[in-house]
T-cell receptor
Framework: NAGVMQNPRHLVRRRGQEARLRCSPMKGHSHVYWYRQLPEEGLKFMVYLQKENIIDESGMPKERFSAEFPKEGPSILRIQQVVRGDSAAYFC???????????FGPGTRLLVL | DQQVKQNSPSLSVQEGRISILNCDYTNSMFDYFLWYKKYPAEGPTFLISISSIKDKNEDGRFTVFLNKSAKHLSLHIVPSQPGDSAVYFCAADPVGGADGLTFGKGTHLIIQP
């Protein structure tokens, strides 16, 4: 049973470009969560999605960030007009149901030059 | 405001001895707690969890203790092994609240041979 998949593992962008991060949940999981980890910090919750629905985006910055989890395909975290402060590790987690244990992917390390 | 605190950034323990990692929380709405282990450049791996209706949960070498009145939990690893060297994150989940986990900043456990 494959785990949570994330790609790319590393992403380099220049200021002002767009970053697209992909997450495929574990087989049988329909709940996806995105977290961000800044250096020397813990993971911070950003958004929780089910298929075609955003359930909780209380941790998502109001501007430039968006997330989706379409009926088919992976969940996408999109960051428009990236700035240096967006440089971080972005982790996706999935669970089979709400309030079940979340299992994490390997993360995407975004570097903004 | 740090709702989950891991006050020891690092901990060094001799191989074969007991490792004790501590975590304090401030939000009384947290009712489910998890420990994750993380190696560099990888995603967090779920280790063990505990519900607020229990005060202890054991899984092999790992035991988590919860003291609700003190809002404190700890992870015991015995005996400690070299492969246990990693960063350990404490995470908490509130009942009926946001669906994202709240993480501490982590404790870097180093097992000395």
């Amino acid at each position: 049973n494959a785990g949570v998949m994330q790609n790319p593992r590393h992403l380099v962008r220049r200021r002002g470009q767009e970053a697209r991060l992909r997450c495929s949940p574990m087989k049988g999981h329909s709940h996806v969560y995105w977290y961000r980890q800044l250096p020397e910090e813990g993971l911070k919750f950003m958004v929780y999605l089910q298929k075609e629905n955003i359930i909780d985006e209380s941790g998502m910055p109001k501007e430039r960030f968006s997330a989706e989890f379409p009926k088919e395909g992976p969940s996408i975290l999109r960051i428009q007009q990236v700035v240096r402060g967006d440089s971080a590790a972005y982790f996706c987690a999935s669970s089979p149901a709400r309030e079940e244990t979340q299992y994490f992917g390997p993360g995407t390390r975004l570097l903004v030059l | 405001d740090q709702q989950v605190k891991q006050n020891s950034p690092s901990l060094s323990v001799q191989e074969g001895r007991i490792s004790i990692l501590n975590c304090d929380y401030t939000n009384s709405m947290f009712d489910y707690f998890l420990w994750y282990k993380k190696y560099p450049a990888e995603g967090p791996t779920f280790l063990i969890s505990i519900s607020s209706i229990k005060d202890k949960n054991e899984d092999g070498r790992f035991t988590v203790f919860l003291n609700k009145s003190a809002k404190h939990l700890s992870l015991h690893i015995v005996p400690s092994q070299p492969g246990d060297s990693a960063v350990y994150f404490c995470a908490a989940d509130p009942v009926g609240g946001a669906d994202g986990l709240t993480f501490g900043k982590g404790t870097h456990l180093i097992i000395q041979p």
